[in-house]
C-alpha cells in the first residue's frame, strides 16, 4: 500500500509565476489536509478537502492560494503570482475518516523556492 | 500567536538515556496531543497521542506524560538510540469537531550521541 505521494518534491518559480501542487492521498483515503512550513517554524494547517468539497480553508491565505481535489485525480494546491515569502515546504496529509481518531499520513513534501 | 510552543529547538542525549521533550499550550480547548516524528526530506510520522481524559499513554519505549492544569506535555523516549535523532514536533487538536487541522509547535532536533 502506497503512502501519500507528493509531486514535484522540488518546484523552482520566479515571482509571479504560478506553483501547482499535486497530492496523491493513500489508497482509500478521500479525506486531504495541505500544511505549509516555513523555515524555522513549525507546520501550519492550510485547509481540509474530502472528495469535490473544501471542508475548513480556516488557514488559508486569502488571496493567491486556491485548491481543489477533484472526483478523479489528485488534490491540488495552487499558488498564483507567487511571491518569496511562498517559499517553504509544502505537506499533504491524508487519513481515512474525519475526526482524531483518524490519523493523518503526510507525504514527504513539495519544496517550493521562489527566486 | 503561537498556540502550541516547543522551547528547545535542539536537544542531546547519550545513547541509552532518557530523552525527555517537552511541550506547552496555551489553548484551552485543546483536548488531544500528538507528538510526530520527521526526518529531512521526509513527511512527519505519527509516533503516539493522548486524550485529555488520561495523564500518561504509553507504547513501547515512548511514553507521553500531560498535566492540563500546567498545559504541559512530554515525551519519554528511553532507552535512547541512535535511530530516534529527528525533529520532533507536538501537535494538538480539540475533538468536539470545527477543528480539522492539527497546530503543531515549530519542533525540537533531537541528537542521539553514541
Known amino acids: 500500500n502506497a503512502g501519500v505521494m507528493q509531486n514535484p518534491r522540488h518546484l523552482v518559480r520566479r515571482r509571479g509565476q504560478e506553483a501547482r501542487l499535486r497530492c496523491s492521498p493513500m489508497k482509500g483515503h478521500s479525506h486531504v489536509y495541505w500544511y505549509r512550513q516555513l523555515p524555522e517554524e513549525g507546520l501550519k494547517f492550510m485547509v481540509y478537502?474530502?472528495?469535490?468539497?473544501?471542508?475548513?480553508e480556516s488557514g488559508m491565505p486569502k488571496e493567491r492560494f486556491s485548491a481543489e481535489f477533484p472526483k478523479e485525480g489528485p488534490s491540488i494546491l495552487r499558488i498564483q503570482q507567487v511571491v518569496r515569502g511562498d517559499s517553504a515546504a509544502y505537506f499533504c496529509a491524508s487519513s481515512p475518516g474525519r475526526g482524531i481518531y483518524n490519523e493523518q499520513f503526510f507525504g514527504p513534501g513539495t519544496r517550493l523556492t521562489v527566486l | 500567536d503561537q498556540q502550541v510552543k516547543q522551547n528547545s529547538p535542539s536537544l542531546s542525549v547519550q545513547e541509552g538515556r532518557i530523552s525527555i521533550l517537552n511541550c506547552d499550550y496555551t489553548?484551552?480547548?485543546?483536548?488531544?496531543f500528538l507528538w510526530y516524528k520527521k526526518y529531512p526530506a521526509e513527511g512527519p510520522t505519527f509516533l503516539i497521542s493522548i486524550s485529555s481524559i488520561k495523564d500518561k499513554n504509553e507504547d513501547g519505549r515512548f511514553t507521553v506524560f500531560l498535566n492540563k492544569s500546567a498545559k504541559h506535555l512530554s515525551l519519554h523516549i528511553v532507552p535512547s538510540q541512535p535511530g530516534d535523532s529527528a525533529v520532533y514536533f507536538c501537535?494538538?487538536?480539540?475533538?468536539?469537531?470545527?477543528?480539522?487541522?492539527?497546530?503543531f509547535g515549530k519542533g525540537t532536533h533531537l541528537i542521539i550521541q553514541p
Open positions: 501537535a494538538a487538536t480539540f475533538s468536539g469537531g470545527g477543528a480539522d487541522g492539527l497546530t
Open positions: 478537502l474530502q472528495k469535490e468539497n473544501i471542508i475548513d
Open positions: 489553548n484551552s480547548m485543546f483536548d488531544y
